[in-house]
C-alpha cells in the first residue's frame, strides 16, 4: 500500500508538497492589526515539511473583528508587513493562504455596529446584532472581494472565505441564526448558502481564474433545528458551482471540535459526504496527533489534506516528524 501522506497535491495552479495542512488558529501575536515578528518566525518554523499554511483569520471591516489582536486584511492594509510573511512560509517550502472573515454577531467591539443575518442576539456575544439590510450586504461582499485582492498583491498563494464556527457567513448558513425571509432566507440551502455564493463569484472575478479560492465551511452545526450532515451534498456543489478550488471542512455553530469525541478526524463524518460529491480537494482538520492518524485518514478516503491543529502549535516540527513516521 503506497504511502499518501507525502504524496504532492495539485491545488489549481500551484503543486502541494504533501498532504498536511495547519488550519487556521488564532495567535493574538499581531501588532497593529498585521503579523509580527514573533507572529512570522512562528510560521516559518511551523511550514518546514508542511504542504499548506492557512493563517489565522483576518477581518474583511472593522465591525467584523473577532478579537482585540486579530489580524486585519481590511482596505488599506499594510501589504509590505503581510509579503514578509508570505516570503517567510515560501522559503521553507511551503504554501500559504490568507483566511479572510467578518464575525457578524461574534464581533468583539459593540462601540461599532454589529450585524448579522437576523436580529439576534448570539450566545457567544453580549451584544444585540441588527440583521443586515441589502445594502449591507453589498458593502460586505466587496470587503471580502476587497480582502482577497489585498491577499494576493500580498503574495498568498490563495484565499479561504471562512464559513464556519458560528462567525457570520455561518449565521447566515444555519437555520438557527438566519431568520430572514428574503432572498437570503434561512429555509432554503438556496437562501442560506446564496451569500456565500455571491462572495465567491465575486471573489473569483476580481483575483483571476489561477488563484486559489477555498472556503472553510461549517458543514455541521450539532445542534437542534440546526445544519444537518444531509443537506452537505448540495451545499458543496453550491460552492464548487460558484468556484471554489478547496473546501476545509470544520464545525458551525458548534465550533470547531465535536463534543465526546476523541477518535483522530472528529469531522470525517462531514468530509466524506463532501469528498464523495465533488472533486476539489477536501481538507480534514480535527484530533489528528500523530503521522500515523494523518496516514490512516487518507488511506480511508476521508479527505485529501489533513489539518493538524493544537499538535502542530506546540511542536513547531510535528511536520518532519510526522513524515519520519507515517508508516
Not at 223 to 233: F, R, T
Not at 314 to 321: F, K, V
Request: hydrophobic share 40%; net charge negative.
Amino acid at each position: 500500500m503506497d504511502r499518501l501522506l507525502d504524496k504532492p497535491l495539485p491545488l489549481k495552479t500551484i503543486m502541494l508538497r504533501n498532504r498536511i495542512a495547519m488550519p487556521p488558529m488564532a495567535t493574538e501575536l499581531s501588532v497593529n492589526d498585521v503579523p509580527s515578528d514573533a507572529l512570522i518566525d512562528y510560521y516559518r518554523k511551523r511550514a518546514k515539511a508542511t504542504g499548506l499554511i492557512i493563517v489565522e483569520h483576518e477581518y474583511v471591516s472593522l465591525e467584523g473583528k473577532a478579537s482585540p489582536r486579530q489580524l486585519s486584511m481590511a482596505e488599506g492594509v499594510d501589504i509590505a508587513a503581510y509579503r514578509r510573511l508570505t516570503d517567510a512560509v515560501h522559503s521553507q517550502g511551503a504554501a500559504i493562504i490568507a483566511q479572510v472573515n467578518h464575525a457578524g454577531a461574534d464581533a468583539f467591539d459593540d462601540k461599532l455596529p454589529v450585524i448579522s443575518a437576523s436580529d439576534i442576539r448570539f450566545w457567544r456575544s453580549a451584544f444585540q446584532a441588527k440583521a443586515m439590510t441589502l445594502g449591507d450586504i453589498v458593502r460586505i461582499k466587496e470587503c471580502f472581494v476587497n480582502a482577497a485582492v489585498q491577499s494576493k498583491a500580498a503574495g498568498f498563494d490563495g484565499v479561504e472565505i471562512h464559513s464556519a464556527h458560528g462567525y457570520l457567513l455561518n449565521q447566515f448558513y444555519s437555520p438557527l441564526t438566519n431568520l430572514r425571509t428574503d432572498d437570503y432566507n434561512g429555509k432554503t440551502m438556496e437562501g442560506r448558502t446564496r451569500l456565500h455564493c455571491e462572495i465567491i463569484q465575486a471573489v473569483r472575478e476580481a483575483v483571476g481564474q489561477d488563484y486559489v479560492v477555498a472556503i472553510r465551511f461549517g458543514a455541521c452545526d450539532y445542534m437542534d433545528g440546526g445544519s444537518q450532515i444531509a443537506e452537505i451534498p448540495e451545499a458543496a456543489r453550491r460552492f464548487v458551482d460558484a468556484g471554489v478550488d478547496l473546501i476545509d471542512i470544520s464545525g458551525g455553530l458548534s465550533g470547531y471540535m465535536v463534543r465526546g469525541a476523541s477518535q483522530p478526524g472528529w469531522f470525517a463524518e462531514l468530509s466524506r459526504p463532501v469528498k464523495e460529491t465533488v472533486n476539489v480537494p477536501v481538507l480534514l482538520t480535527g484530533g489528528v496527533q500523530t503521522g500515523q492518524d494523518a496516514e490512516g485518514l487518507l488511506q480511508e478516503g476521508a479527505a485529501d489534506l489533513i489539518g493538524v491543529g493544537r499538535a502542530m502549535m506546540q511542536d513547531a516540527d510535528w511536520s518532519e516528524r510526522a513524515l519520519q513516521h507515517a508508516g
